[in-house]
């Protein structure tokens, strides 16, 4: 009788990670879930653990995170999981909502900013997933989406597909 043995290769080297399908998958997975949003800008109540903490949103170009203070400004700054500043939930409608201020995102024009959440059309944004698992933010009213730049300001611009668009969900 012949015995078929399992051998299971236990490699020493490290490898760099790389961006596969099932990585890019899964953050698409998780910026769907955890934002609340879905390319049609239908708003979903977070459900998740992730959701009560919120997620950091990393902009693509510089790999800052979108943050806030309680002067209703926003920016980017480096990326810190314990800075709650820097952490978003979704509410039902799709307004993305700061965890520490309660405050939501709001565009008047092409100025970022964040303010009361109250339903408006200026605090709701519709997720489109764009490459390497990031996803560009449509504000419903103005049809700008979530831009910024290397110093760290945040406004609504016409899309042009460039990476200061592109935001990548963190969860920590």
Do not use: H
Request: hydrophobic share 35%; aromatic share 8%; glycine share 8%.
């Amino acid at each position: 009788m012949t015995r078929r043995l399992r051998i299971r290769c236990v490699c020493t080297t490290k490898r760099e990670p790389t961006m596969t399908k099932s990585r890019v998958s899964r953050f698409a997975r998780l910026a769907t879930a955890a934002l609340g949003l879905s390319v049609l800008g239908i708003g979903l109540a977070p459900t998740t653990a992730s959701a009560a903490t919120g997620i950091m949103l990393v902009q693509s170009a510089t790999w800052r995170c979108l943050d806030s203070n309680y002067y209703g400004e926003a920016y980017t700054r480096p990326c810190s999981s314990s800075n709650s500043y820097q952490r978003w939930t979704a509410t039902s409608k799709s307004e993305l909502k700061n965890v520490a201020t309660g405050a939501c995102l709001t565009a008047t024009g092409n100025l970022i900013s964040t303010s009361t959440c109250y339903g408006s059309t200026n605090q709701i944004w519709t997720e489109v997933p764009a490459s390497n698992g990031s996803s560009v933010l449509f504000n419903k009213r103005s049809g700008l989406v979530l831009d910024g730049n290397a110093a760290g300001a945040v406004y609504a611009l016409a899309s042009n597909g460039g990476a200061y668009q592109r935001w990548v969900p963190a969860s920590s």
